[in-house]
């Protein structure tokens, strides 16, 4: 379902958050690495239970907002030039282009090397470069997920129906209704403790699908160090 841009009025602050609406029993609130608010709702849930939610976490909502606030701006838009730096796996490498008869990239001695029929064209070495770091992320988050599940006491029963990797704009993952996995391509560029974060975050979302006490006793439980690898993540994909 589409989400709305709501509003909910908190001492001199307004809080602006979207709202989404879904078949569920539980309310739940979370605020993204952009600054933005989501809330999703049960489909029958009235507005004023939802402010009056809304309202009740208002003081969290800023705190969090706060925390957030203090990585931006984010990483400026990459140009995809030779001499720029691209995150991956946690570390920074040069982008070197190299005219050359067929295209290709790789990895070559602490720079990311592209092999290019069309070396000054930025968009042709954005393309070459956005399809070598998604089959990298496909490669390194499956090798990942089936860490993760390895924390876990039943392995068997964190397992996703699917592992989908898309461009997210407001969350680092997701897990889905129909239990596959969403995983935001950006994340090759973190190190592998913070990808392990964030997979072992949406997989106690099989059991607990909401952030309530109950999610983060089980987070706590499969991974006692979750706050500082979240903290690593923010602060290397800023």
Known sequence: MSAEVCEVAF?????TFDLVRRERKTLSISVHPDLAVEVLAPTDASFEKIAEKVLKRAPWIQNQLKYFAQFQPRTPKRSYVAGETHL??????KLKVVPHIQNGVKMLRGQIMV??????????????????MLKRAQVKFSERLEICRGRFADPEAVVPAGLLIRDLSQRWGSMTARRNLVLNRSLIGASTDSIDYVITHELCHIEYQHHGTAFYEHLGRVMPDWERRKTKLERQLA
């Open 11 to 15: 001492g001199q602050n307004t809080i």
């Open 88 to 93: 991956y796996l946690g570390r920074q490498y």
């Open 115 to 132: 092999n290019s029929t069309k070396p000054r064209n930025q968009e042709h070495t954005r393309d070459l470069v956005r399809d070598w």
